[in-house]
């Protein structure tokens, strides 16, 4: 590297004189990175603006589904005893006594005897025949599974409705086989008898548990089931029973869930909401200061288009054919806001026709639909908005940032250029000046000789 002292000979400062120049010539360099920088805010700017595309989108998934609009709640005086939920099926404004006289459960069975040791071959040989139901099977036990262990796997691997298990009961001989049903309500027996030749004898079973079928009595009118959800005793309604109420009835009320709807319809405002409120301020900061979208047609579009969803009519076999009529109602800056009294009107009034506009009907998609179809195709990571702004503004990049290299390379160049000629003058005029030195230096000698001889 070249040490240069500016001005030795000359007396300018010519480290400063370079700068200056530098700075003028550098002016392009610092357009290309401002021109950068704004590339790059306005690509931010589309990502977040495909972002809030993609969250209004996901916000109105469901508006669209007529489970969904029609939902039903269920409301339970009680919820110690089951649980209950509805479809669109149930019937709104209906009502029902519930009785839970018995739940669904599995018999159980526990071996009286208890044994010291769970894996020693004592248990002799044979078959052992379980009864499921009415039906009886043998199960073969050999000198290689007569162990507790081996009897409970044999049982298992048999699969006849039947599960083993060994249970530890603490004693002194805490080892005992339980067995349990698959199936609610049928009942099952092991006969160990045909077992011979062994010290030990599995002996009789106690059930500690009756196989029963769930009950249950809805509105004077009993019902049973082989399993503790009962989906078909009223219309629409699901139980989830838990426990027997002892001879208590809980009242189970169906109603509109109107909050759900509602919610949704937020959930639309909101999202709807954030799309314009960005698009307007990405287009513009203020009265007159352009927004880093300013100019960008695509985004304009994305705005009317998404206005003139709301106001254009859709055809459908109900009495609405806007969104505006359920109480979305356009302000002055293009955002949204919901009027609680319109929409609860038809709710309440034309729910068919609410169904109808949002999720469509005659085998033709809603309103809802044609949105999140737009917005899907706005978010296309191949061929969305984003994807073309991004494609395009990378291209422009990467060329300013070809610029800005051949650029950096060429006032390199300069620079080093500007030293070696201000370095060149310096050392002539060092030259010059140490020539008028020594000429200056002769004549005064030549005059102190005449001096002298005179």
Do not use: C
Not at 41 to 66: V, Y
Not at 102 to 127: C, H, P, R, W, Y
Not at 171 to 176: L, V
Not at 265 to 284: A, L, P, R, W
Request: net charge negative; proline share 1%; no cysteine.
């Amino acid at each position: 590297m070249t040490v240069s002292f500016g001005g030795l000979a000359t007396g300018l400062d010519t480290n400063s004189i370079i700068d200056a120049i530098m700075n003028v010539e550098r002016q392009p360099l610092t357009r290309l990175k401002t021109d950068k920088t704004w590339l790059n805010n306005r690509l931010s700017a589309f990502s977040d603006l495909d972002s809030k595309l993609k969250s209004f989108q996901d916000s109105i998934t469901d508006l669209g589904d007529p489970d969904v609009l029609q939902k039903r709640s269920v409301n339970l005086s009680s919820s110690d005893y089951f649980t209950a939920t509805a479809s669109s099926d149930a019937l709104v404004g209906t009502s029902y006594q519930v009785e839970v006289v018995s739940i669904a459960q599995v018999q159980k069975s526990v071996s009286d005897s208890g044994f010291a040791d769970k894996t020693s071959n004592t248990f002799g040989t044979g078959t052992l025949s379980l009864t499921v139901g009415g039906t009886t099977s043998s199960i073969e036990i050999t000198s290689e599974n007569n162990s507790l262990e081996g009897i409970m796997q044999a049982i298992n691997d048999a699969d006849l409705g039947v599960s083993a298990a060994i249970i530890n009961d603490g004693t002194a001989s805490p080892y005992r086989l339980m067995l349990t049903g698959k199936d609610v309500g049928t009942a099952f027996s092991l006969d160990s008898s045909g077992l011979s030749g062994g010290s030990d004898s599995l002996g009789t079973f106690t059930v500690t548990q009756d196989a029963t079928q769930a009950h249950v009595r809805i509105d004077g009118v009993d019902i049973y089931s082989k399993n503790n959800t009962i989906s078909e005793a009223i219309p629409g309604v699901t139980l989830d029973l838990i426990d027997d109420s002892a001879g208590k009835t809980v009242n189970v009320d169906v109603s509109l869930d109107k909050a759900t709807i509602k919610a949704k319809m937020e959930d639309f405002v909101k999202g709807y909401n954030e799309v314009i409120s960005f698009i307007t301020s990405q287009s513009t900061m203020g009265d007159t200061d352009p927004g880093i979208l300013d100019g960008d047609a695509g985004i304009n579009s994305i705005k009317r288009h998404l206005q003139n969803m709301l106001t254009e009519p859709y055809a459908n076999s109900g009495v609405f054919s806007t969104l505006s009529e359920l109480g979305l109602e356009t302000q002055k800056d293009g955002t949204l806001v919901l009027n609680d009294e319109k929409l609860s009107d038809a709710i309440d009034n034309k729910l068919d026709s609410l169904v109808s506009l949002l999720a469509g009907d005659d085998g033709k998609s809603g309103l809802a639909k044609g949105f999140q179809e737009y917005l899907d195709s706005m978010t296309d990571a191949s061929d969305g908005m984003l994807a073309g702004r991004r494609q395009s503004i990378n291209d422009n990049i990467k060329q300013i940032d070809d610029q800005i290299e051949r650029t950096e390379a060429r006032l390199a160049k300069r620079e080093e250029t500007l030293r070696a000629q201000y370095n060149s003058m310096e050392k002539l005029v060092s030259q010059w000046s140490s020539t008028g030195d020594y000429l200056t230096q002769q004549l005064k000698t030549i005059s102190n000789l005449y001096q002298k001889k005179g």
